[in-house]
C-alpha cells in the first residue's frame, strides 16, 4: 500500500466493535462459501472483548472455522495474561465453540523451541481469511515492540519465519512472548486494527510518507493484498 488508509472514527467502543463484527463475519462466511473453511486470528488484550462478545453468537459454520491468535505470552493457560485464555473465556463460546482452536503455546518448556513449533501450527492456515490486531500506545502490533531484538527480523515482510519468539525484556515486554511476525498477516483478505484514544490516533494519523515508523505503519505499508482498516474509537 502506498498510502496510508483514513481512520474510520466510531462515537464509541462499542459501534466500533460492531463494525469489526460485520466484517470478520463476512469474510468468514465468503470463505465457508468459497473453501468450505476459513481461518481467523485474532488477538488479546482488553479491547477485542466486545468483538468476541458478538461474534460468538453468529450464525456460522463454526465447525468449519479454524482460530488462532496473533500472540500470546509465556503463561499457564490458565493465567490470567494468558491470550488463549481470554480467547476460550469470550470467544469460543456458544456457537463459536464448534470452531477448531490452534493456540501458539504448546508444553514446550522453552519458547524459542515454542515459537517454531506454533510455527508449523501456523502455516496450513495461511493466509488468513480475517486478522484482527490490536495496537500499543508505542504502536506495537502483535509483540512486535519497539526495541525488542525480535523487531527486525519481525518486520520483515520478505522473512521465512511465521512465528518468532519476542523475549521479555527493557522496554517491553514484560514476559516471554511468541508472536506472529509480518509475513503471516500481510496475505490476509481483511486486516482490522481495532484502537481507541487520542494517542493511538494521533499515532495512526501520522504523516506518510516522512513519518510512521512504528510496527503499525510498517504493517500497513507491506499489507499485500485484500482490505485493510483502521477502526478508532474514542
Not at 89 to 94: A, N, T
Not at 132 to 155: R, W
Request: proline share 8%.
Amino acid at each position: 500500500m502506498t498510502d496510508l488508509p483514513a481512520v474510520e472514527v466510531f462515537d464509541s467502543a462499542g459501534a466500533a466493535a460492531d463494525a469489526a463484527c460485520v466484517a470478520i463475519v463476512e469474510r468468514l462466511r465468503a470463505a465457508l462459501i468459497d473453501r468450505g473453511a476459513a481461518h481467523l486470528c485474532v488477538t488479546g488484550g482488553s479491547t477485542p472483548g466486545p468483538v468476541y462478545d458478538r461474534l460468538k453468537d453468529v450464525d456460522l459454520d463454526w465447525s468449519h472455522v479454524a482460530v488462532t491468535l496473533s500472540d500470546e505470552r509465556w503463561v499457564d493457560a490458565a493465567s490470567p495474561d494468558s491470550n488463549a485464555r481470554l480467547v476460550r473465556e469470550r470467544l469460543l463460546q456458544g456457537r463459536a465453540a464448534a470452531a477448531k482452536f490452534v493456540c501458539l503455546k504448546g508444553e514446550e518448556v522453552d519458547p524459542v523451541h515454542g515459537a517454531w513449533v506454533a510455527d508449523l501450527k501456523v502455516a496450513p492456515l495461511e493466509p488468513f481469511d480475517a486478522v484482527l490486531l490490536g495496537m500499543g500506545e508505542d504502536g506495537h502490533i502483535c509483540s512486535l515492540f519497539p526495541g525488542n531484538p525480535a523487531l527486525q527480523q519481525g518486520l520483515d515482510p520478505a522473512g521465512a519465519r511465521l512465528v518468532l519468539h519476542a523475549p521479555a525484556g527493557d522496554p517491553a515486554p514484560a514476559q516471554d512472548r511468541v508472536t506472529l511476525t509480518l509475513p503471516a498477516l500481510i496475505y490476509a483478505g481483511l486486516i482490522l486494527v481495532l484502537t481507541s484514544g487520542q494517542p493511538k490516533r494521533a499515532i495512526l494519523e501520522r504523516p506518510f510518507p516522512g513519518g510512521g515508523d512504528e510496527p503499525v505503519h510498517h504493517l500497513i505499508r507491506a499489507a499485500a493484498r485484500g482490505d485493510l482498516r483502521l477502526l478508532w474509537s474514542a
